[in-house]
């Protein structure tokens, strides 16, 4: 005769707390995988500006760029200007990122289909944000715009950096979701407002990490533009960890390891001093 297995009631009141467990794991793994493919798009688009301006003189006739992987290839693409653009450069890095290791082509020739989907994405997006009112152009920061197809979805991220050294931002930034056509779905902004965080570019003062916070709107984690943001900046802010406070969950992201941890608000303050909070967003 089957017997039903018996659960003790420590296993039945732990259950819950796995769950829960797992469940940030899940959210971790997701917002990583996120924020390094919009690093990746970032990381190619900055060596890649650097490149190829370094080679090519002509900047008259540079009418646009953008990044896509490709197999194992990371590609940032140049284009001229006019209303049937064509390829006048490529930069193709490995996937260390390191730019000794780029081919650089100076070579003209038509855009790829997929090349001329991420240009048209890219395009659609930069129309988007200037028909908006509600996302803001801040003084000594560039916007960046980010272009991710993949299968069916085609979405664009916009990123504010700045133009001086010795500074990181976060937030100002948004996600546009876009249909096969390239018509905007959804503008959505991902946080509030701008957190720039200011460090000693020099490395005199090298500080531990830093810390912002999320109001409900943004939501209890880090996001993956977050993510991205640290990815690109953290070695020249020399951090080691950066938080960021939820209502109800830490978020930590060792910039060493580069990896993320979430924990509940009640799990970290057992065993931790809150850390000081920068303004909400």
């Known amino acids: 005769m089957y017997k039903q297995p018996i659960i003790s009631s420590l296993a039945l009141l732990l259950l819950p707390f796995f769950g829960v467990t797992q469940n940030l794991y899940a959210i971790a793994d997701s917002l990583q995988t996120e924020g390094k493919r919009i690093y990746q798009s970032e990381i190619t688009s900055w060596h890649g500006s650097d490149l190829f301006i370094d080679k090519y003189k002509e900047t008259n006739n ?29 930069v193709v890095l490995d996937s260390s990122f390191n730019p000794k290791k780029a081919q650089t082509l100076l070579v003209e020739r038509e855009l790829t289909a997929l090349e001329r989907d991420y240009w048209q994405l890219r395009t659609a997006a930069y129309a988007a944000l200037k028909d908006s009112k509600q996302f803001a152009v801040y003084e000594n920061t560039s916007l960046n715009i980010v272009p991710l197809i993949d299968g069916e979805e085609r979405k664009a991220y916009v ?29 959505k902004k991902i946080h509030n407002n701008i957190m720039p965080i200011e460090f000693d570019p020099t490395g005199i003062n090298d500080p531990v990490g830093a810390v912002h916070s999320h109001n409900a709107t943004t939501g209890e984690f880090i996001t993956a533009t977050d993510i991205c943001t640290l990815l690109l900046y953290q070695k020249f802010a020399r ?39 920068k303004d909400r967003h």
């Open 159 to 187: 990123l504010t950096g700045p133009k001086s050294n010795g500074l990181v931002i976060f937030g100002n930034d948004c996600l546009l979701r876009f249909n096969g056509q390239n018509e905007l779905i959804s503008f």
């Open 239 to 277: 951090w080691s960890t950066y938080f960021v406070t939820g209502p109800n969950h830490v978020s930590i992201w060792n910039c060493t390891k580069n990896e993320l941890q979430l924990l509940t608000r009640e799990d970290w303050e057992k065993n931790n001093p809150s850390p000081k909070k």
């Open 62 to 90: 540079i009418g646009g760029y953008f990044s896509y992987k490709e197999n194992q290839a990371f590609k940032c693409v140049f284009i001229n200007k006019g209303p049937n653009p064509k390829v006048i450069g490529t």
